[in-house]
DNA sequence: ACATATAAATGTTGTCGACATATAGATGTG
DNA sequence: CACATCTATATGTCGACAACATTTATATGT
């Protein structure tokens, strides 16, 4: 059992990107902080930076004169900022939510509260 | 935008069962009570309790002897229960993961808080 | 008689996450 | 040197679930 959130991971990006700008592999790293308990699936981190670069949120440009593998590094443009203050928004509404739902049904777990 | 919790609709529906057996368009209304902001699926609501009844979770019967269209009324099974204290274990989780979140970075909608 | 509320159900489509696989350069090790 | 492993990006496929639409049927209000 596990109550999702769906595209938490988007958030999550858009916070680590709002610290400055990074690669797709790095991001994992950061995710992982945020959610330590289930691994990060790359393909679908690459895909969702594609696809949130169709939607103009993020920006990004091969990095060249850098050693390894190429990187492709990807920076928050305005529209991604203002994407996450709402995200931000939400997620004070939808923690609400669960809030006023626990207070109401919270002491169904006899002994674990 | 919206910080969508994925079958957010099945603790609100064990909630409402857990307080008795009511049928599914009753239960369109407790949930309705709990996410004001948007309109309940009917359509979703009784795939998901028949869905529900294939695992074990609630069980139901049309109801006999009442005036009206025909009811099937929905009750929840022992799994049932132990899946609501689960729902409640794991969205207790989330929500400690988003108010994290919010924590260090909730300060980026200015004038709002 | 006609519209609306109650009640249950199916069909269809799109989005997203889970899992698998491909490609390729860099680095470590026997 | 050969081979494994790590870094890094990317695509293919599948299934679960929500959104939206439509169907059937009874009861009630005007």
Redesign the interface.
Same mark, same amino acid.
């Given at each position: 059992? %596990? %109550?999702? $959130?769906?595209? *938490?991971n988007e958030?999550?990006v858009l %916070?680590a990107l @709002?610290a400055g700008p990074t690669h797709g592999y790095d991001l994992a790293e950061s995710l992982r902080a #945020?959610?330590p308990e289930e691994q990060i699936d790359l393909g679908n981190l690459y895909r969702m930076l594609r696809s949130m670069e169709d939607d103009g949120i993020v920006r990004s440009e091969w990095s060249e004169n850098e050693p390894g593998r190429a990187k492709r590094t990807y920076e928050l443009t305005d529209v991604g900022e203002r $994407? *996450?203050? %709402? #995200?931000? +928004?939400?997620?004070? @509404?939808?923690?609400n +939510?669960?809030?006023e *739902? $626990?207070q109401?049904?919270?002491d169904?777990?006899k002994g674990?509260a």
């Open positions: 059992m %596990a %109550a999702r $959130l769906e595209r *938490f958030p999550l %916070a @709002s #945020w959610v $994407l *996450f203050d %709402a #995200w931000i +928004t939400a997620l004070r @509404s939808t923690n +939510t669960i809030t *739902f $626990l109401e049904h919270g169904e777990t674990i």
